[in-house]
């Protein structure tokens, strides 16, 4: 899922840009959700906040209440991977924003060719998000579009005899066994027990006595055998 979060206190620029995100996104697969803004208040920052995956945001400079650098500059505190891109009337703003090294994307001058420069930004910053390694299924009338590298673990629940799908966000119980899904998912994840495949680019560590797995979310789990421990610990190694 792509969140491209825009902040611009002009209705019809608002408009514009939500509609040159659809021209950009239109000829992939990917899920994207937009959300729209006319300044940066309480329920903006809040966002900012929010643990979502692969947020491009989209800052006006100057809004009635803030300044888009300032955010930029807020969201950077605990947030180095999500792309900025700024669009703005204010050419003049365009080196006080490279002083403040605050690792944006796009400096979008209003005035200058900002529908094609907007869509090609977009394009890129997908790119730099990584996000076409996604999968994508079907069940019970419900459309998944999952980013592969989001997910920890999938394992097996012996009582209700569904699969749960573990990602850094959220816990996705489906119908579909372990053996589809390491298949939908590839080769980045290996078996670790007989109800457990885990997605090895995420594991930082193994303790082996206590047979746990950590990943780099900080989250743990126990499924760890003697029969398969070895592959994973060369592996990781």
Same mark, same amino acid.
């Given at each position: 899922m792509i969140n491209f979060?825009?902040?611009d206190d002009d209705k019809y620029t608002l408009k514009k840009v939500e509609n040159l995100i659809d021209r950009a996104m239109i000829n992939n697969k990917l899920a994207y959700k937009t959300t729209l803004f006319e300044d940066y208040n309480a329920?903006?920052?809040k966002v900012i906040n929010e643990p979502l995956p692969n947020k491009v945001y989209i800052l006006d400079i100057q809004t009635p209440s803030r300044s888009g650098i300032d955010i930029a *500059?807020? $969201? *950077?505190?605990n947030d180095i991977d999500s792309v900025i891109i700024f669009l703005t009337s204010h050419e003049e703003l365009g080196l006080t924003i490279l002083k403040n090294e605050l690792m944006f994307l796009s400096f979008i001058n209003k005035y200058d060719d900002y529908e094609n420069r907007m869509i090609?930004? $977009?394009?890129k910053a997908l790119e730099m998000l990584k996000v076409k390694n996604n999968v *994508?299924? @079907? @069940?019970?009338? $419900?459309i998944?579009? $999952?980013a592969i590298n989001d997910v920890l673990y999938i394992t097996r629940d012996s009582i209700e005899r569904k699969s749960i799908i573990k990602t850094v966000y959220s816990e996705i119980i489906v119908n579909k066994s372990l053996i589809e899904l390491k298949e939908l998912l590839g080769d980045s994840f290996i078996k670790t027990h007989k109800a457990c495949y885990v997605n090895i680019d995420r594991v930082v560590a193994i303790d082996k006595p206590k047979r746990i797995i950590r990943f780099n979310t900080g989250n743990e789990i126990d499924l760890l055998s003697v029969k398969y421990r070895k592959e994973l610990v060369s592996i990781i190694k």
């Open positions: 979060i825009v902040c329920k903006f920052m *500059r807020n $969201i *950077r505190v090609k930004s $977009i394009k *994508r299924f @079907e @069940e019970s009338g $419900i998944y579009t $999952i």
